[in-house]
């Protein structure tokens, strides 16, 4: 299996600040790498696929960059709505594996 | 819009069976483009990948529950169906469906999910 290892686990932010996450993969997986944004009680919602695809609908100011093992997912201004745990996904081989998850919280 | 929805018991006692359908709406389980998964989620914890079928029948699954699992398709119904058996306390979770996209004949990503069914596992 591949394990994807995300950082921090949780952080604490303002509106209007800057949020950058970090995924590592524990093998080059190119760009087979996806993000999903879940709020409590609900389902996970993609937002970048491929490393850094924006999904259809998704605002712009999320963004994703990397490849091989390193990855990143930019939040150029967080908006209330974007307090919720986000979650790193490898798509390049199965079993598929998750990020154990980045909690942002309000600051 | 397509819509997935999950259905099946909520509580399923100690060594017993856990059978859950998805229903798949607003677009035909039968395409060629997509692969139909299983994803749970303990309370508090991660996602982790249980399994996925495709509309031809073929599966993969998770090795730490591949011996436990069955994936089905029923393209007559447009449903998707899991089974786990033995389950035991640590199967309790939120089981969710999704849809896995195929990009040049390769599953890529998971764009539309089920909003997810708590099965707990007690007697």
């Known amino acids: 299996d591949i394990q994807m290892t995300q950082s921090p686990s949780s952080l604490s932010a303002s509106v209007g600040d800057r949020v950058t996450i970090t995924c590592r993969a524990g093998q080059s997986i190119s760009t087979y790498l996806n993000w999903y944004q879940q709020k409590p009680g609900k389902a996970p919602n993609l937002l970048i696929y491929?490393?850094?695809n924006l999904q259809s609908g998704v605002p712009s100011r999320f963004s994703g960059s990397g490849s091989g093992t390193d990855f990143t997912l930019t939040i150029s201004s967080l908006q209330r709505e974007d307090f919720a745990t986000y979650y790193c996904?490898?798509?390049?081989?199965?079993?598929?594996?998750f990020g154990q998850g980045t909690k942002v919280e309000i600051k | 819009q397509v819509q997935l929805q999950e259905s099946g018991p909520g509580l399923v006692k100690p060594s017993q069976t856990l059978s859950l359908t998805c229903t798949v709406s607003g677009g035909s389980i039968s395409s060629g483009s997509y692969y139909w998964s299983w994803i749970r989620q303990p309370a508090g914890k991660g996602l982790e990948w249980i399994g996925r079928?495709?509309?031809?029948?073929?599966?993969n699954s998770n090795p730490s529950l591949k011996s436990r699992i069955t994936l089905s398709i029923d393209t007559s119904r447009n449903q998707f169906s899991l089974k786990l058996s033995s389950v035991a306390a640590a199967d309790t979770a939120v089981y969710y469906c999704?849809?896995?996209?195929?990009?040049?004949?390769?599953?890529?990503?998971?764009?539309?999910w089920g909003q997810g069914i708590l099965v707990t596992v007690s007697s």
């Open positions: 491929g490393a850094s």
């Open positions: 999704a849809r896995e996209v195929l990009v040049a004949a390769l599953p890529y990503y998971f764009d539309y």
């Open positions: 079928v495709s509309a031809t029948g073929s599966t």
């Open positions: 996904q490898q798509s390049y081989i199965t079993p598929r594996t």
